[in-house]
């Protein structure tokens, strides 16, 4: 069973930072484009930041500049570093892996993002 295991959830100040991480197996990890998406309460889950397996990265307008996506290859994990936090990014965040052979998608089990003072 596949298995994406996400951590670095918490309550945060607005301005404050987060990084969050997304371990997988180095099966899933060598051939998959890693994402990050998020959905708040009541909203559709949301694309936040993909890095594909070469690297290559793009984000959504509303995290620019603030957010930078990476990946380890040797943790075979994913990072989401998360600057300048507002109220308006608190959500759960997922994190997806879309294995390029097989064509399948995964999804970690969420982690919570707060942002309140």
């Known amino acids: 069973q596949v298995q994406l295991v996400e951590s670095g959830g918490g309550l945060v100040q607005p301005g404050g930072s987060l990084r969050l991480s997304c371990a997988t197996s180095?099966?899933?990890?060598?051939?998959?484009?890693m994402a990050w998406y998020r959905q708040a309460p009541g909203k559709s889950r949301d694309l936040v930041a993909r890095?594909?397996?070469?690297?290559?990265?793009n984000y959504a307008d509303f995290v620019k500049g603030r957010f930078t996506i990476s990946r380890d290859t040797t943790k075979t994990t994913v990072y989401l570093q998360m600057t300048s936090l507002k109220p308006e990014d608190t959500a759960v965040y997922y994190c997806?892996?879309?294995?390029?052979?097989?064509?399948?998608?995964?999804w970690g089990q969420g982690t919570q993002v707060t942002v309140s003072s």
């Open positions: 890095i594909t397996m070469g690297g290559s990265t």
């Open positions: 997806n892996a879309y294995h390029l052979v097989t064509r399948n998608g995964y």
């Open positions: 180095s099966s899933i990890f060598r051939f998959s484009d």
